[in-house]
């Protein structure tokens, strides 16, 4: 069993288009995460939700929408799609009460976005 | 903005210890240091955390610095599959943001 998945691994689309990336996580956790991985390999946090509630919200585009339908799932919206917004999406989650440190994250395998 | 400064790269003979470094000068005294890892187009994978104390897991060794400025992460018996990018992190406790901020990391390439 797969703990966190997401969907698609691999998504090849033009620039103007709305893509939607999936998040479901079977690990029973509170809280989850949207990383972006740029070209140059840094890892950057995007948001978090913590029980549908979102509590992290980096400096990103509003063309970013991160929706939380239950606590199992984030999904991840990108509207009007740039060139720059090729980049490699994970998905983690963790059990934000787990400890003061607040729980390791697992992370997703990684959808791979190519803008054209 | 990562808090963290490693070396970018580093070698090791397979079947030796791997000794990663680790500075974190600015840390408080309520932040952890975290140690991920991933391996090429996989996802990060979590190996150990410490506050103050060493810590030891089946994966790795953790040793930190009675001062807490620095940390090293020791992979006692190096394997060609340990070849990855090891990152190190200082993370606030989760009732402070919590948030994992990951900074260049260290490429870690284990040779036969």
């Known amino acids: 069993d797969t703990a966190v998945s997401q969907t698609p691994k691999y998504l090849v689309t033009q620039m103007g288009n709305d893509k939607s990336i999936k998040c479901e996580q079977n690990?029973?956790?509170?809280?989850m995460y949207w990383y972006k991985q740029d070209s140059k390999k840094f890892l950057k946090i995007m948001f978090s939700?913590?029980?549908?509630?979102?509590?992290i919200n980096e400096t990103v585009p509003n063309r970013f929408s991160p929706k939380s339908p239950d606590k199992a799932h984030l999904n991840l919206h990108i509207n009007s799609l740039e060139l720059g917004d090729s980049a490699v999406y994970f998905c983690?989650?963790?059990?934000?009460?787990?400890?003061?440190?607040?729980?390791?994250?697992?992370f997703g395998e990684g959808s791979r976005l190519t803008v054209l | 903005d990562a808090k963290t400064t490693q070396p970018p790269s580093m070698d090791c003979a397979e079947g030796r210890a791997a000794n990663l470094p680790c500075n974190h000068s600015?840390?408080?005294?309520?932040?952890?240091v975290y140690w991920y890892r991933q391996i090429h187009s996989q996802g990060p994978q979590y190996i150990i955390h410490?506050?103050?104390n060493n810590e030891t897991n089946e994966m790795a060794s953790l040793i930190i610095t009675e001062d807490r400025k620095s940390s090293t992460l020791i992979l006692p018996h190096a394997t060609l599959r340990d070849t990855a990018v090891y990152y190190c992190?200082?993370?606030?406790?989760?009732?402070?943001?919590?948030?994992?901020?990951f900074g260049q990391g260290t490429e870690l390439s284990v040779k036969p």
């Open positions: 983690a989650s963790s059990q934000r009460t787990s400890g003061r440190a607040g729980g390791e994250l697992f």
């Open positions: 690990l029973g956790h509170d809280t």
């Open positions: 939700y913590n029980n549908k509630e979102l509590i």
């Open positions: 600015t840390i408080s005294g309520n932040e952890y």
């Open positions: 410490g506050l103050k």
């Open positions: 992190i200082v993370r606030s406790p989760y009732n402070q943001g919590g948030k994992l901020i």
